[in-house]
């Protein structure tokens, strides 16, 4: 599996979870999910079903993730 869902990725690139139905097994989802759960990670993000849905019907994502660019280098901690 992995990345099964990989196109699920670039529709929702920051979200730990690629599998969007309960027919799509996610296993690094529920890697991520467990080591949540025991505080290895933690501000894990997840889509909301609304967005999903929304993609599904090719609306406009009600609200779309920020632009991440790159920090220089020289900017970095």
Same mark, same amino acid.
């Given at each position: +599996? $992995? %990345? $099964?869902?990989?196109?699920?990725?670039?529709? @929702?690139p920051r979200s730990a979870r690629? $599998? +969007?139905?309960?027919?799509?097994?996610d296993p690094s989802a529920w890697? !991520?999910? @467990? @080591?949540e759960k025991v505080g290895f990670?933690? /501000?894990?993000? =997840? !889509?909301? *079903?609304? &967005? !999903?849905?929304? *993609? =599904? &019907?090719?609306?406009? /994502?009600?609200?779309? /993730?920020?632009?991440? =660019?790159? !920090?220089?280098? %020289?900017? &970095? /901690?």
């Amino acid at each position: +599996m $992995g %990345e $099964g869902w990989h196109n699920n990725h670039h529709a @929702f690139p920051r979200s730990a979870r690629h $599998g +969007m139905s309960w027919k799509q097994p996610d296993p690094s989802a529920w890697a !991520i999910w @467990f @080591f949540e759960k025991v505080g290895f990670v933690k /501000d894990v993000v =997840l !889509i909301s *079903r609304k &967005r !999903i849905e929304a *993609r =599904l &019907r090719a609306e406009p /994502d009600p609200t779309p /993730d920020p632009v991440i =660019l790159p !920090i220089p280098a %020289e900017q &970095r /901690d």
